[in-house]
């Protein structure tokens, strides 16, 4: 164990300082005291004399003692320790610089954490699974196409001889419904997957057993695995499901196992069906898309294993070159989500240059406020340099106040991070891509933790070391010519240029927040035309055939089913007593609707107008409240294929018929947003009937649209919605319409059930949390550029105290003094508010070429906002010059005799 | 010249005399510049100064270990004692010190 003992003694000599000097001082005591009792007693020598010889033969104890300390490797460390002692104590010196230094610097340093995390994630390579890392998965990638290739099963079926690849397995996403103990059929998370899966990633099931390949065989009984959320939600936790038959999507299966909680493989799965993978007659880029997976055989590599695969695409691609010759294959780490073949590293590189620049903007400002800290203690600079302070030395020592600056900024930088992530990022992505892959994390990683330090440490290098050189520059000529209360150091062009950007920036964001808030108050407010609170908007699907169905007919009598069973709920949930209607409509209000263009036949040359549409039953407009105004309402006959008439809102009245009466008119429509090549090919419809606004126009829309309905023909689509309108709270009835979904047809699958005055809340909580995001930017950029103009201030007035006091003295009016003190902040101030405005008028022309604002032919922004922006930036002005105030005052009390008695 | 004491140790071979001094018994560090001084008949003087350096050094490298202990006379003394790993190295060390004397020898005879 000596080595244990050495570690530990290394241990207390470097930390435990008092108890290793006590330990010096005692042994030296011990060693002079035996000295002296043997010169007493061998040699006789008075007391004094024994001691006076036993220290001279010991030799100087105070220089052992330093020799000793040095042995112990810590010299330097106390040195370090005072400097950081300093910085600790300079924090609440100045708790104003602390405050906005490291409110800078923690947002910095959360951002970088956050960027950090968030690419870590998304680029992990590592698996919660046994062997995690060599867990492969086979790509495609089309290079002519510049796309990924799924329609791997021919090749598939192909791969049996590999070598370098074991355990070879492959997956399909497959969202089913799921009919549960309570007899209500909801839709699940389900993969239909080799058996291999359950070897890839091993877990005990809870009950029962995984696949096997028996299962995967043609003509098998057809089983499922459930997932253990899946249990306990909609099997009330029964083990005695295992064995039990279960309707699964369009038919029935058993259930023969029940994995552990947790276990999610391949993606975030709650559900698993076996796959077929020995489809015959499958064609070469044929069959239903899969993703292919395997682990690496012993002493493979995934470089070997791509070869081994990329020999067996170029095989078949010899049989098959009008397939197979632009397809390239890539094994890569199982969490690899893209074949496209861009680098990793090249990614990492960028992130850190993106994180290290943001740093580096933010502790540039930090390191101006330091530097007018740093000069304000220039004296005491100078001083320690006589004393004989190198100039390293004094630079370590401002660099150790601003690494305990960025330190404290870190800890706070990352806990909020780590609360970010979990709070916001992880809700953010469920929202945006559903259930997460099982190997997400969103707890700093220990690599995220070392990115954040290694920028605290680079951060205080900029904000601490810069600004040391500077100050320290020419140290020598300026302690020969020192004098006190004045300074000769001087903020270079640089720091105003800091300065002047800041103040950019600063009148630049509100524009952005502005913008952001006035949408989503717009979104807010927006008129549905009826009581959107009454409804619940209820998306439904429904489970069809097998995905390798290629067969039309099957096709078409799914969409049949499809139209009728949809139709069948409908008309159950109209005779139920808590609802008072229910109509079916392709696109809900407030949410995205088809763009189309139209033109009037009945007027010559009339232009083409954009409009948007909707596909509706004839019951909408009753169950919406909102009888037609003008015309007819539609009628059974006209939802015959082949029947041309719609029905147009106000809207379309006022845009489009500049207020006529467009009953009996005639439209040609487009088939899509654009104009047909040839219009005149295209058939027109007659108007036979106007209704009021309900909600056509998409909830970003700034100005009003013209509205359109055509009549849903049954039969023509898969993706409609139920509008319900409960006589109470509608979200109350939830229950009722699973039931009632589960007794028409257990295939149909609700997918989403929300209350139309909510139908597009998680597009807001995005708008949201960017509004936050650039509040806070825009306050701490606002906070540093006001501190930035304060200190730089009042450093100017300390440095010219002298100045000031012999013009008041020679008789100087207070303006001419402020005028001279002014002009320097006034003219950074107002090149800031141009440079601003610029941005925003650069913003402005970008807007208005972006899609969504170019129909209003306009910048961006409405008059009272752009009227708001110049408000705010004269605001600016008046807050950067109150900034001035108390510098400024502090310079005009300065009385003459006093500054020149500070010489 | 040849009677003088060896006031200093040769560098180097300071570590060694203090390994084989503790070799033998625990010891404080007097009582180890003093053994050193007694065995080799007073010739060899270990410097004071470079003695506890050498004691912290071994010790930082798990040669040695150390603990307060009290004396005969009821004092209170740092005594150190050789680990296994200071064992070991004392044989080596002892080894390369003879090859080394031997040749030194070897030099000097030759006539």
Redesign the interface.
């Given at each position: 164990m000596?080595?244990?003992?050495?570690?530990r003694?290394?241990l207390q000599?470097l930390f435990g300082r008092r108890a290793a000097e006590s330990?010096?001082d005692?042994?030296?005591r011990?060693?002079l005291?035996?000295?002296t009792n043997r010169l007493l007693r061998e040699e006789h020598l008075s007391l004094d004399e024994a001691q006076r010889r036993a220290r001279a033969?010991?030799?100087?104890v105070q220089?052992?003692r330093e020799?000793?300390r040095d042995?112990?490797g810590t010299a330097w460390f106390n040195g370090m320790s005072l400097d950081l002692k300093l910085g600790f104590r300079m924090l609440s010196k100045y708790p104003g610089l602390t405050v906005v230094g490291g409110l800078a610097m923690a947002l910095g340093i959360w951002f970088g954490a956050v960027i950090f995390q968030m690419y870590g994630i998304l680029s992990s390579t590592k698996l919660p699974l046994p062997e995690g890392d060599r867990i492969a998965k086979v790509m495609y990638y089309d290079m002519k196409l510049q796309s990924e290739e799924h329609r791997l099963l021919y090749d598939y079926q192909q791969y049996r001889g590999l070598r370098s690849i074991v355990d070879l397995g492959a997956y399909r996403d497959a969202s089913v419904n799921i009919v549960g103990a309570d007899g209500n059929a909801q839709p699940a998370v389900a993969a239909e997957i080799t058996s291999a899966a359950f070897r890839i990633a091993p877990a005990r099931p809870l009950h029962g057993r995984a696949f096997v390949a028996a299962d995967e065989r043609p003509g098998a009984a057809p089983v499922v695995v459930l997932g253990y959320e899946l249990w306990r939600e909609r099997f009330a936790g029964d083990p005695l499901v295992v064995g039990r038959s279960i309707r699964v999507g369009a038919g029935f299966a058993t259930v023969v196992g029940v994995m552990p909680e947790g276990y999610a493989f391949p993606m975030a799965h709650e559900a698993w069906l076996p796959l077929r993978t020995d489809v015959p007659g499958v064609q070469p880029r044929g069959g239903f898309p899969i993703t292919v997976f395997g682990r690496l055989a012993p002493e493979a590599t995934f470089e070997s294993a791509q070869a081994e695969v990329r020999s067996v695409v170029r095989r078949i691609g010899i049989e098959h070159p009008e397939t197979h010759a632009q397809l390239q294959a890539y094994v890569a780490p199982y969490t690899q989500m893209s074949a496209n073949p861009s680098s990793g590293m090249a990614m990492a590189v960028l992130t850190w240059i993106f994180c290290a620049a943001l740093v580096a903007v933010v502790c540039g400002t930090v390191a101006l406020l330091l530097f007018a800290r740093a000069a304000s203690r220039e004296t005491e600079i100078i001083v320690r340099s006589a004393l004989g302070a190198s100039r390293g030395r004094i630079v370590g020592q401002l660099f150790a106040e601003a690494l305990v600056l960025a330190g404290v900024s870190a800890v706070v930088g990352l806990a909020t991070a780590q609360l970010a992530l979990s709070r916001l990022g992880k809700p953010y992505l469920e929202m945006n891509y559903g259930r997460l892959p099982f190997w997400y994390d969103f707890d700093l990683s220990p690599v995220t933790i070392v990115s954040a330090l290694m920028l605290a440490v680079f951060g205080a290098v900029i904000a601490g070391v810069l600004p040391a050189r500077k100050i320290t520059r020419g140290l020598g000529t300026r302690l020969r010519a020192a004098s006190a209360g004045g300074g000769s150091v001087s903020f270079g062009g640089v720091w105003t240029g800091v300065i002047v950007m800041q103040i950019a920036l600063t009148v630049a964001f509100p524009a952005v927040v502005m913008l952001v808030r006035s949408e989503i108050k717009r979104y807010e407010a927006y008129d549905y035309g009826f009581r959107a609170q009454d409804y619940l908007g209820v998306t439904v699907a429904i489970d069809g055939p097998p995905q390798e169905t290629t067969d039309s007919t099957m096709k078409a009598a799914q969409l049949a089913r499809y139209s009728s069973s949809i139709e069948a709920l409908r008309r159950r949930l109209e005779g139920e007593p808590e609802i008072a209607g229910a109509t079916i409509v392709d696109r809900l209000p407030r949410d995205y609707h088809i763009s189309r263009q139209v033109q009037l036949v009945s007027v010559p040359n009339a232009s083409w107008t954009r409009v948007s549409t909707a596909s509706i039953h004839p019951s909408y407009f009753d169950v919406l409240d909102a009888p037609v105004r003008s015309g007819r309402a539609f009628n059974s006959s006209d939802a015959a294929s082949g029947a041309r008439v719609v029905i147009v809102d106000q809207g379309f009245v006022d845009l489009v018929m500049g207020g006529r009466n467009p009953v009996g008119h005639r439209v040609r429509i487009s088939a899509t947003s654009q104009v047909d090549s040839n219009p005149s090919d295209l058939p027109w419809h007659e108007i036979v009937g106007v209704v009021k606004e309900l909600g056509i126009a998409s909830y970003q829309r700034r100005t009003r649209a013209a509205g359109l309905y055509f009549p849903l023909v049954p039969g023509s689509r898969d993706d409609l919605s139920l509008m319900v309108r409960g006589r109470i709270d509608p979200l109350n009835v939830v229950p009722r319409i699973r039931e009632l979904a589960t007794a028409v047809d257990p295939s149909l699958r609700i997918e989403q059930m929300t209350r139309l005055d909510r139908v597009v809340d998680d597009k807001l909580w995005f708008y949201g949390l960017w509004l936050r995001v650039t509040m806070s930017l825009t306050g701490v950029a606002l906070l540093l550029s006001l501190s930035g103009i304060y200190s730089v201030l009042s450093y100017t007035v300390a440095r010219r105290t002298r100045e000031i006091g012999v013009r008041v003295a020679l008789g100087a009016s207070a303006r001419l003094v402020i005028t001279s003190i002014f002009r320097r902040p006034l003219t950074q101030v107002v090149l800031g508010v141009i440079g601003g405005s610029m941005l925003i008028a650069l913003g402005a022309l970008a807007l208005q070429r972006t899609t969504e604002f170019s129909s209003l032919g306009r910048s961006g922004l409405t008059l009272s906002e752009i009227a708001g922006l110049i408000a705010y930036a004269i605001l600016m002005v008046g807050v950067c010059m109150l900034a001035c105030v108390v510098p400024t005052m502090r310079a005009l009390r300065v009385q003459p005799t006093e500054a020149l008695r500070a010489e | 010249m040849t009677n003088r004491p060896q006031a200093d140790v040769l560098r180097g071979s300071l570590d060694l005399l203090v390994l084989k001094t503790l070799s033998l018994v625990p010891m404080?560090?007097?009582g180890i510049s003093h053994r050193i001084q007694q065995m080799s008949k007073g010739i060899l003087e270990v410097?004071?100064?470079s003695l506890?350096?050498a004691l912290?050094?071994l010790?930082?490298?798990?040669?040695i270990?150390s603990d307060w202990e009290m004396t005969e006379n009821n004092?209170?003394?740092?005594y150190y004692r050789l680990?296994?790993?200071?064992r070991r190295a004392l044989g080596t060390e002892l080894e390369s010190w003879k090859r080394f004397a031997t040749g030194l020898d070897a030099v000097l005879s030759t006539t």
């Open positions: 000596s080595w244990f003992s050495g570690a003694t290394r000599l330990r010096i005692e042994e030296v011990f060693h005291e035996m000295e033969t010991f030799g100087g220089q052992h020799t000793l042995g112990r | 404080h560090g007097y410097n004071q100064g506890y350096p912290q050094r010790e930082k490298d798990g040669l270990d004092r209170r003394a740092r680990t296994a790993k200071g």
